[in-house]
């Protein structure tokens, strides 16, 4: 895309040229500035959203994670691993950018991720091949798509990795190969208004966030939002908001939740409960539910200890 549409403004330049320089009534008339380009569109993670009918929205800006205790966690546990595997593409320092859209949380809902890299074409084009030669069965480069385009399986999932635009990868199932490219000429991300490294999103959560291992959510709140920030202690700040009915609804929400995340995250052994990190107090305030909770280098490692044994494999 980049290539077509910079030939395009070349040989419009070359022809309007001469045709200027006739139409012209005096050699010391001042030639008009040029118009720059209007600027791509930061619209990756809607197109993804759009594509797959997405419930479930995760970003993640992997650069923030440089030097904080959390990224050597994460490199071992690696939540990206299942789009990224085989490329190459190192998660945290080839990575500026990521965002994962879902109909859901569970193995048989729908995901397209887009990845913002730093790498050069070519060096893209060879984690592909690397990928294609890695699939069980083989992989192959498609031809029935408008951008390049591969499918491959990893770990028994079949998903087409498709590179949409230089230094932008977009992961999709297989039925929806086509659609990759509606990402042309996509500019990528909006700049992250805060220090997030991460921010995850849900329509209709007590739906969209159902799983066999997830704490159930009031069916009153209609979005939830969760923003993650890495603190000065190695630890994470996280606060989250859900948009309940009303008032009085949020105060009962906000209590249904409290017992609820309690449950999830705590082991009763009879005498004692044991907590994986501190209780969790949800609050309304107006017609929002909202927490704020504080982790712990411990915490989080428990955690991710948790929530790597319920990811697929």
Not at 160 to 180: H, R, T
Not at 265 to 286: D, H, M
Request: glycine residues 8%.
């Amino acid at each position: 895309m980049t290539r077509r549409f910079g030939s395009v403004v070349l040989l419009f330049a070359l022809v309007a040229s001469p045709l200027a320089t006739a139409g012209c009534a005096s050699q010391d008339q001042t030639p008009e500035a040029a118009t720059p380009p209007a600027p791509r569109p930061k619209n990756a993670a809607e197109i993804a959203r759009v594509i797959v009918g997405a419930r479930v929205g995760v970003m993640v800006w992997p650069e923030r994670l440089k030097g904080h205790p959390l990224e050597m966690r994460l490199r071992v546990m690696n939540p990206l691993r299942s789009m990224l595997e085989g490329t190459g593409i190192d998660a945290i320092n080839d990575v500026a950018a990521a965002y994962v859209a879902s109909t859901g949380v569970t193995q048989s809902d729908l995901v397209v991720a887009i990845v913002q890299h730093k790498l050069d074409e070519q060096r893209a084009r060879q984690g592909l091949n690397m990928m294609i030669a890695r699939s069980q069965p083989r992989g192959e480069w498609l031809t029935t798509t408008s951008v390049p385009s591969a499918r491959v399986t990893v770990r028994g999932q079949t998903r087409v990795v498709a590179l949409v635009e230089e230094g932008f990868l977009a992961v999709l199932p297989e039925s929806l190969a086509l659609q990759a490219a509606r990402f042309e000429g996509t500019g990528g991300f909006p700049d992250p208004l805060g220090p997030e490294a991460v921010v995850a999103t849900a329509t209709d959560p007590s739906r969209s966030l159902a799983g066999s291992h997830a704490p159930p959510v009031p069916s009153t709140i209609r979005s939830a939002e969760a923003r993650l920030r890495l603190a000065a202690d190695g630890g994470v700040d996280v606060s989250s908001t859900g948009e309940s009915a009303d008032p009085v609804q949020a105060g009962a929400d906000a209590a249904a939740l409290t017992a609820s995340i309690d449950r999830a995250t705590s082991l009763n052994l009879g005498i004692v409960k044991v907590r994986l990190f501190a209780p969790v107090v949800f609050r309304a305030e107006g017609a929002q539910v909202k927490s704020d909770l504080h982790l712990t280098q411990a915490e989080i490692d428990r955690l991710l200890t948790l929530a790597d044994t319920l990811m697929p494999r």
